[in-house]
């Protein structure tokens, strides 16, 4: 059993590493699925209270709210899939909830990509108006870096540099889900890029 968790600031490329995991059959807990329903629960439309919702949620419930959330529909997958994979986590206290649940069986993934380039991807994709706005960008990316997004990123167990085109990075996913972490020759894993401490200092 394995539960591969997904970080990366805006435009890395979490949602089609997402989508490589559907199409491989690999089933999808999306983490802002969960203020979705949460908003509509409260008669709100998520479009356009999202960020209100999820802020709530952490108020009301706890800071590891949308983690604590999110687990039952996890584990309601794991009994059919050895594998699913955890759409946006967003703070430390989300990636402590599924550690403190999964254990070693929890890998944490980092989508990473220079600011220019996600900014020129988003810009393509054109998903809302401010996906070709970069002060949007920048804006959005402080936001969810004030959640603790840095913290999560330096936490994780495997980073996949997505600067190369789409097929290759698709390539990737697929031989992470498929063979995990030590397929992925040559990225960097967190323990390889620990410094060593000084001995005799
Ligand atoms: N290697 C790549 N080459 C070209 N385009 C890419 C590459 N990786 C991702 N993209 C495209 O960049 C855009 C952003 O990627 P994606 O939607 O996966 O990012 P995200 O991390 O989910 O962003 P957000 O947090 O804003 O939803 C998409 O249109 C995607 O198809």
Do not use: Q, W
């Amino acid at each position: 059993m394995k539960v591969i968790g997904t970080v990366g600031l805006p435009g890395s490329g979490k949602g089609e590493a997402a989508s490589v995991a559907r199409d491989a059959g690999v089933p999808v807990v999306t983490m802002g699925d969960v203020i979705r329903a949460e908003c509509r629960e409260r008669g709100l439309d998520p479009a356009e209270h999202h960020g209100r919702i999820a802020k709530a949620l952490r108020e009301e419930e706890g800071l590891d709210a949308i983690a604590a959330r999110s687990l039952p529909l996890i584990e309601a997958e794991l009994e059919t899939s050895d594998v699913v994979l955890v759409d946006g986590l967003r703070s430390p206290y989300e990636l402590d909830r599924f550690e403190e649940a999964f254990g070693d069986e929890f890998v944490l993934l980092s989508v990473e990509a220079p600011f220019d380039l996600r900014a020129e991807r988003l810009s393509d994709r054109g998903r809302d108006d401010s996906d070709a706005d970069r002060e949007a960008l920048r804006a959005r990316e402080e936001r969810e870096l004030g959640f603790g997004m840095g913290e999560v990123i330096d936490r994780a167990d495997v980073v996949v540099e997505n600067t190369d085109t789409l097929e290759r990075f698709r390539e990737r996913i697929r031989a992470l889900l498929e063979s995990g972490p030590d397929a992925l020759g040559g990225v960097e894993t967190e323990a390889e890029t620990e410094t060593e401490p000084e001995r005799n200092a």
